[in-house]
């Protein structure tokens, strides 16, 4: 991807949070990361509870991923999708330096957001207070 298209496709992929949620587990984490425990991340970030609460959710989460966010970001040339595996790793045809640029910006806009998301996760109204 190079050139002003590359960087336009670029930004058309990073427009939607849901694929910039993918690429963040992707971008935090060791990669290949399977594509059930990036829906798990991606279900705690959009509801604040954790995905074995929001079953429903996940699943519409898992498959909104698997049908609508891989492919455009596999034929993007972002990612790559190994389906007898189920996991996504990063694609050599976009050098990291590019996108990596705009995806540490638009998640540097968005950390609160997710961190707030990953704290509302933990119970903490039990009444117990955590101990040092």
Do not use: K, N
């Not at 040339?77 to 990063?90: I, N």
């Not at 509302?120 to 117990?128: A, M, S, Y």
């Amino acid at each position: 991807m190079d050139g002003e298209r590359g960087r336009r496709e670029i930004e058309r992929v990073l427009a939607d949070r849901r694929r910039r949620y993918l690429l963040y587990c992707l971008h935090l984490h060791s990669t290949p990361q399977p594509l059930p425990d990036i829906a798990d991340q991606v279900t705690v970030w959009e509801t604040s509870d954790p995905a074995t609460e929001r079953l429903d959710e996940r699943l519409e989460i898992y498959l909104s991923l698997y049908h609508d966010h891989l492919p455009e970001l596999v034929e993007a040339g972002v990612v790559t999708y190994r389906q007898t595996e189920d996991d996504v790793d990063w694609d050599g045809r976009v050098t990291p330096e590019r996108l990596d640029s705009r995806l540490e910006r638009r998640l540097c806009e968005e950390l609160d957001a997710l961190l707030d998301a990953e704290t509302c996760t933990f119970d903490c109204d039990d009444g117990g207070d955590i101990e040092p």
